[in-house]
């Protein structure tokens, strides 16, 4: 039976650990430059509707260094934009195809997407969630502790598809969490009300505020995102104005532990939601998690066509 990555939901907490076990795996052998091919023959279509460096990039080399192909279908490429339906699509691609990446702006398409397709459907960016960055987030950060339970991850900016997606993952590994974002920018309240429950069961623990000082208190992870993300751009200068005071700079990371680290998805945007001093200085892992964008979806995308990864 087929399995898809559309939220980290879908997944269970043993395949997260399968996934980064064998990211380790992968990763060890990409470094040592040993030939690795489990997805020889094998073809992954690119949808993207959105713009992408790193998840294109990261998923494109990945799958030629399993020994598979990838194919890189923009929005223009396909007769989708000319009115031919997603079901429709989807049943095609599962004919030439053994898996599909898709990058778009709605959940309801990925979803509709997978439900139509009999080969796997991943997730690789839409309005809601982003499932792959949140893993290589987790991933990062277990190489850092050596653990996940008990880390807490301050998150600061807008509640968008990046803190969804955090929320999904840390409630599931037992991490506490902290979100700090300005009154009209929380995440979405649905998945805040799963992760808090799924939270208390794993022995974690979801915050939310709209003090970041308040946020980063005992922080080991201080975490940020674009305060405009694609599609919104119309809104550029009043969010420029609404997340003011909430800002990465030297005065919040301060404020956390003082072996705190710096995340950030991606591109960042230098004097808005982090200062320049703070995503180039010594705390910042920004650039080790961008690198391990690709051992991670490798990881993914053998357990989701190429079988059993278990055993790493």
Not at 258 to 280: F, N, Q, T, W
């Amino acid at each position: 039976m087929k399995k898809d990555l559309l939220t980290i939901s879908d997944i269970s907490r043993e395949d997260i650990e399968g996934i980064f076990n064998h990211a380790k795996f992968l990763k060890e052998k990409f470094r040592a430059g040993e030939t690795y091919h489990p997805l020889k023959g094998k073809t992954l279509g690119m949808i993207f509707k959105k713009a992408s460096t790193r998840t294109r990039i990261s998923f494109e080399s990945g799958m030629y260094q399993l020994g598979g192909h990838a194919l890189f279908l923009g929005a223009k490429d396909l007769q989708m934009d000319r009115g031919e339906s997603i079901a429709d699509t989807a049943k095609i691609f599962s004919l030439y195809l053994d898996g599909i990446v898709v990058r778009t702006f709605s959940q309801d398409e990925v979803e509709d997407l997978a439900s139509n397709a009999s080969i796997p459907v991943i997730n690789g960016l839409t309005d809601q969630h982003h499932p792959c960055q949140i893993l290589c987030d987790m991933f990062t950060i277990m190489e850092k502790f050596g653990r996940l339970k008990g880390v807490k991850v301050a998150y600061m900016g807008d509640g968008n598809n990046i803190a969804n997606s955090w929320l999904d993952g840390a409630s599931k590994m037992g991490m506490n969490l902290s979100i700090s974002t300005p009154p009209d920018y929380k995440p979405n309240s649905e998945i805040v009300k799963r992760a808090v429950a799924v939270a208390q069961k794993n022995g974690g623990k979801i915050e939310l505020t709209d003090n970041p000082f308040e946020g980063v208190r005992d922080a080991d992870i201080i975490y940020t995102d674009v305060w405009t993300s694609m599609g919104q751009e119309d809104e550029y200068d009043k969010r420029l104005k609404d997340f003011k005071g909430f800002q990465v700079n030297t005065n919040l990371v301060g404020a956390a532990k003082k072996d705190c680290l710096i995340m950030h998805c991606l591109p960042a945007h230098r004097g808005e939601e982090i200062s320049a001093d703070v995503i180039d200085g010594e705390k910042s892992i920004v650039f080790e998690e961008a690198g391990n964008r690709l051992h991670v979806q490798k990881a993914i995308l053998e357990m989701l066509m190429g079988g059993d990864i278990g055993h790493r």
